[in-house]
């Protein structure tokens, strides 16, 4: 028995083989070089293979072709093993006139688009384990390509075993799985494939998703898979594959359309990110993703915590970088729906942060000042928001109070809140003036633009102690004089308080020209509708 078996065989530490020498080498050319080569002439020699491809399972395959005269029932269940066995022995050697094991396990690929869906997982789980000699010699990718055509095929959930027949198996899939039939269940049309490709590894997540694009699988479903892939995959991977799993679907994700993965997913990507150790890249290309749509974000999404070390009860500067890559094409090419969206979900989040003691000045006006004026029709939660930080933040100096008004736009503020805003004992005296001031201006342009000669026999817009009566006969004053800034504070405060009333005064006379002026306009397109139309036909 020795003298047959003159060849110890070690598979990858997993197995050792006693095989005769002249058997294998006669059909395997890599065997048969390295004996060639080797001038040992004991009778026992030792191979030792640290990665054959498939392992031990793979080579007593092989052993089996070669002992029964090259002769081998070959399946979808075991030619990816013999396939990568083949290619790595270098078995192209035809003995008795039999087709070589390259040969014989090529014709069986040529089938491959006939095999069921099971057979087709059992060979994608075999060329992992065959990596990269399924790479190289292109196993991977034709398994990979079939698996996915079927994916761009198909329509409707995978019929029961008891549905499936040879016949359509090209396109319909045979499912004698207990969790595909669950997924059945569970899942979509579109997406009840998504546990069984659970079994590819983080590395080959790149070479799936090209092979669906190239198969013109939808984008919106590669994007859920994804974000399942990565969700799925979290449960029992270490922290380390965490990152390598994270960055991969990550960069997968920006790879494709960002308006492919929902906004929500996005941010509960963010969430789980920030606890890891990804790359600076991979994070910058998340809050790019994040950003493209933040129009429809909402505040829960936007309230993450500060990261360790510092003492703000939100992170402000993510979100500072999420509205920058909102605007990362500037204002011009954001749309206008779009931007007001984002300017009342900024109010909120400058709302919620206000409060917090730890937010640094700067930062809170950085926060109020990311998006343009133009954003937004109103300033009031504006205003709310910053007396509710100098309510807070009592401290400020005065300097300082000032700089965070920089924050407010004085014409875009209702009567109600210049009204509080005069009263606001928090506010510098200056910025009242300046408010009031720019409202009274406003209005009074307004007048001057709206008013009609006919109407007014007297402009309602003189310098000084100018007074008009309205339908009443009561007497609106317009403007009294500058005020006095070298007044003591009680006075300025009393000041301040008239010129609210006639600022008040203003918009009532305001709105009262305005509804004149469309009584008059609907007055004169209902006249000329009259005059241009024709009479009615007789029938």
Not at 94 to 119: C, F, M, P
Not at 409 to 422: G, I, V
Not at 523 to 538: D, G, Y
């Amino acid at each position: 028995m020795e003298a047959f078996c003159d060849l110890q065989v070690d598979v990858n530490g997993e197995e050792t083989f006693m095989v005769n020498k002249k058997i294998l080498s006669s059909y395997s050319g890599r065997l048969g070089k390295l004996f060639s080569k080797s001038s040992c002439t004991t009778r026992s020699l030792k191979v030792i293979f640290n990665d054959f491809p498939g392992g031990a399972e793979s080579f007593e395959l092989v052993c089996r072709f070669c002992y029964n005269n090259g002769k081998i029932e070959i399946t979808p269940l075991n030619t990816t093993h013999l396939s990568c066995a083949a290619n790595f022995m270098e078995m192209s050697n035809s003995i008795s006139g039999n087709d070589n094991l390259v040969e014989q396990t090529e014709k069986s690929l040529e089938e491959i688009r006939h095999w069921t869906w099971s057979e087709l997982m059992v060979a994608l789980r075999q060329c992992q384990n065959s990596f990269p000699v399924a790479e190289k010699s292109g196993l991977l990718e034709r398994c990979l390509d079939s698996v996915t055509t079927r994916l761009a095929l198909a329509s409707e959930p995978s019929p029961s075993p008891s549905t499936s027949s040879s016949d359509y198996s090209g396109v319909r899939f045979s499912c004698d799985t207990k969790s595909t039939e669950s997924m059945k269940n569970s899942f979509s049309r579109a997406t009840w494939w998504f546990e069984d490709l659970l079994i590819i590894d983080v590395s080959l997540l790149e070479m799936m998703v090209g092979s669906m694009i190239k198969q013109k699988v939808e984008l919106t479903t590669i994007s859920k898979f994804l974000l399942f892939y990565q969700k799925s995959k979290f449960h029992t991977a270490m922290s380390h594959e965490k990152c390598k799993i994270m960055e991969t679907v990550v960069n997968l994700l920006h790879s494709l359309e960002p308006s492919y993965a929902p906004c929500k997913s996005l941010f509960g990507i963010l969430r789980v990110a920030l606890g890891l150790n990804i790359s600076k890249d991979c994070r910058n290309k998340l809050e790019i993703m994040i950003g493209s749509q933040m129009h429809q974000a909402t505040l829960d999404n936007l309230l993450v915590p500060s990261p360790r070390g510092t003492h703000s009860l939100y992170d402000a500067n993510l979100v500072l970088r999420l509205v920058k890559a909102f605007l990362k094409e500037g204002t011009s090419g954001v749309p206008e729906v779009q931007m007001k969206k984002v300017a009342n979900l900024m109010d909120l989040y400058i709302a919620e942060v206000a409060p917090d003691p730890c937010l640094k000045p700067s930062k809170f006006l950085t926060l109020a000042m990311v998006l343009p004026d133009s954003a937004r029709n109103s300033f009031d939660d504006m205003y709310h928001a910053v007396d509710m930080y100098m309510e807070v933040h009592a401290g400020l100096s005065e300097g300082e109070k000032i700089k965070m008004c920089r924050a407010l736009n004085y014409r875009k503020l209702s009567a109600e809140a210049r009204k509080h805003l005069s009263e606001n004992s928090k506010f510098p005296s200056k910025i009242i003036t300046q408010a009031l001031n720019s409202q009274e201006f406003e209005l009074k342009s307004l007048i001057r633009v709206s008013s009609n000669p006919s109407a007014f026999t007297s402009s309602p817009c003189s310098l000084s102690g100018n007074i008009k009566k309205d339908e009443a006969g009561e007497q609106i004053v317009l403007y009294a004089g500058d005020l006095d800034l070298s007044t003591d504070d009680v006075r300025l405060r009393a000041q301040l308080q008239g010129m609210q009333s006639r600022v008040t005064e203003l918009e009532k006379l305001c709105r009262k020209m305005q509804t004149q002026m469309a009584k008059v306009l609907r007055s004169r397109v209902s006249s000329s509708q009259k005059s241009r139309s024709l009479p009615r036909l007789c029938s």
